[in-house]
């Protein structure tokens, strides 16, 4: 089983301001990585899939990158909306799919 | 646009059978995807559950799969999930997904909290 591990646990990040996420996995995933967005009562949100793809609807401020192990999500310029937990789940090698533990981007 | 719907009873007894299913609309369970079940613990992370192809091929996380069945139902567009013998530790929002061509989950039912109490 691929372990998907995300850093930080907590991102205290000022509005406007730039945020950097991190997801690891731990064996070569290619690019078979996705990220999502989940706000507090909702469904996870399909964010970026192809380690860098940004899905439907999906503002350009989002952008995945990284490719084999080493995974990030930058939001480049934070706008109120966007403070809440983000998911990475690996699809490379399945079942199982797995997710990342989690980052919780709040408001500083 | 696909919508994932979940339905079943939100409180189930220890050592019971938790039953969900997930009616689809604005698409066919018949198409090129995975239907898939995922559960999130109060305050917790995502936990992949299960999966299921139209032709009835399923995939089970092995830390449930003695536990777990996923069916289909194709005259109805909707599939469901069983989970026997539940404990506390089984109480989760359980959501229901589609997992385009098996890979990413990109529609999402909007959950239901199932809680195991007696």
């Known amino acids: 089983e691929i372990v998907m591990t995300q850093s930080p646990a907590t991102l205290s990040v000022s509005p406007g301001e730039r945020a950097t996420l991190s997801c690891r996995a731990s064996?070569?995933?290619?690019?078979?990585l996705a990220w999502y967005q989940q706000k507090p009562g909702q469904a996870p949100r399909l964010l970026i899939y192809?380690?860098?793809t940004r899905a439907t609807a999906i503002p350009a401020r989002f952008s995945g990158g990284g490719s084999g192990t080493e995974f990030t999500l930058t939001i480049s310029s934070l706008q109120s909306e966007d403070f809440a937990v983000y998911y990475c789940q690996q699809y490379h090698n399945w079942p199982p799919k797995t997710f990342g533990q989690g980052t919780k981007l709040e408001i500083k | 646009q696909v919508q994932l719907q979940e339905s079943g009873p939100g409180l189930v007894k220890p050592s019971g059978t938790l039953s969900l299913t997930c009616a689809v609309s604005g698409g066919s369970i018949s198409s090129s995807d995975w239907w898939s079940w995922v559960r999130q613990p109060p305050g917790k992370g995502l936990e992949w559950v299960g999966e299921i192809y139209h032709g009835g091929n399923t995939n089970y996380n092995s830390s449930l799969k003695s536990r777990v069945t996923i069916s289909v139902d194709k005259s109805e567009n909707q599939f469901s999930l069983k989970l026997n013998s539940v404990t506390a530790a089984d109480t989760a929002v359980y959501y229901c997904?589609?997992?385009?061509?098996?890979?990413?989950?990109?529609?999402w039912g909007q959950g239901t909290l199932v809680t195991v109490s007696s």
């Open positions: 192809g380690a860098s």
């Open positions: 064996q070569s995933i290619s690019s078979n």
């Open positions: 997904a589609r997992a385009d061509r098996g890979r990413f989950f990109d529609y």
